[in-house]
């Protein structure tokens, strides 16, 4: 059983002829073996998970900016 997938430190990839981005992954599973695989997705996809994206490292620079006054830096 898989317990969770990383993304792998190479850069993304996009084939035109396909219209897809691909990503290396590696699965990681629950007896502590792991795989490697990719992740692909459509233009749209990739779209919508850059506007996400980009809300997640606004929150947490926000969170950590309020930390950071909470702690009288």
């Known amino acids: 059983m898989i317990s969770h997938v990383t993304i792998d430190p190479h850069d993304a990839v996009y084939d035109h002829?396909?219209?897809?981005?691909?990503?290396?992954?590696?699965?990681?599973?629950?007896?502590?073996?792991?795989?490697?695989?990719?992740l692909v997705m459509e233009p749209g996809q990739v779209e919508l998970y850059?506007?996400?994206?980009?809300?997640?490292?606004?929150?947490?620079?926000?969170?950590r900016k309020r930390d950071g006054e909470a702690a009288g830096e």
Not at 50 to 63: G, N
């Open 50 to 63: 850059v506007i996400q994206l980009e809300q997640m490292i606004r929150t947490r620079a926000e969170a």
């Open 17 to 38: 002829n396909a219209e897809q981005v691909v990503l290396a992954v590696t699965v990681h599973r629950r007896d502590g073996g792991r795989e490697p695989a990719r």
